[in-house]
Nanobody
């Protein structure tokens, strides 16, 4: 079973930067795609960004141009710049599950989730 270790997060003022990192262990075969979701108080969990095993990246419209996701083998990082109060949330690292040598791309329903790290942006 894939396990995730998250680091980063914290509190910053508007316009500041933070970097989240997450390392996966337990993959039997090659690293699969990873990403970040977030959940703000009173809101549904939403995709922030993800990177697939072929390097394809996806970003939520709200973070395009401000956040950058990268993956180096089993570690995914999210560089967050120009942070806004609306970015305040608990951020969850998610890793695609692995079915033999195949990566299961529906990470929301079948992925392995980290415990979450809190990001607070004050105005």
């Amino acid at each position: 079973q894939v396990q995730l270790e998250e680091s980063g997060g914290g509190s910053v003022q508007t316009g500041g930067s933070l970097k989240l990192s997450c390392t996966a262990s337990g993959y039997t075969f090659r690293a699969c795609g990873m990403g970040w979701y977030r959940q703000a108080p009173g809101k549904d969990r939403e995709l922030v960004s993800r990177v697939s095993s072929d390097g394809t990246t996806v970003y939520a419209d709200s973070v395009k141009g401000r956040f950058t996701i990268s993956q180096d083998n089993y570690t995914v990082s999210l560089q967050m710049n120009l942070l806004k109060p609306e970015d305040t949330a608990v951020y969850y690292c998610v890793a695609e599950a692995q079915n033999g040598p195949v990566c299961v791309t529906n990470m929301r329903d079948f992925g392995q989730w980290g415990q979450g790290t809190r990001v607070t942006v004050s105005s």
